[in-house]
């Protein structure tokens, strides 16, 4: 049974936006976080994003800080979008998107229990 979902991948030039969407309706942590992950080919996975509910509590990697922007469509966070905006070639790579259970409030990019399968973004110069 897939948990975690992914859509909204794509091929775009340099400033660019895409939208992601992220599934997670099958999770019914009432606390929980909802990160969005990347890999690029050859580097490690990085933390993009993540929000917890029902704090709203969110963090952001320094390297989407400002054009990016992670956003629950709902209270239970079943659907969450990542806006990124002005996309630069280097954001190319695989996105994840992936839920822990959150009972505290505090949001890092660390422990991760459930994943998705990915969906591809590639930005053209």
């Known amino acids: 049974q897939v948990q975690v979902s992914e859509s909204g991948g794509g091929s775009v030039q340099a400033g660019g936006s895409l939208r992601l969407s992220c599934v997670t309706a099958?999770?019914?942590?009432?606390?929980?976080?909802v990160g969005w992950f990347r890999q690029a080919p050859g580097k490690e996975r990085e933390g993009v994003a993540v929000?917890?509910?029902?704090?709203?509590?969110?963090?952001y990697a320094d390297s989407v800080r400002g054009r990016f922007s992670i956003s629950p469509q709902d209270n239970a966070y079943n659907l969450v979008y990542l806006e990124m905006n002005s996309l630069k070639p280097e954001d190319t790579a695989m996105y994840y998107c992936?839920?822990?259970?959150?009972?505290?409030?505090?949001?890092?990019?660390?422990?991760?229990?459930?994943w998705g399968r990915g969906t591809q973004v590639t930005v053209s110069s």
């Open positions: 992936a839920v822990k259970y959150c009972p505290e409030d505090y949001v890092d990019f660390s422990g991760f229990t459930t």
């Open positions: 099958t999770i019914t942590y009432r606390k929980k976080c």
């Open positions: 929000q917890r509910t029902p704090s709203g509590s969110r963090k």
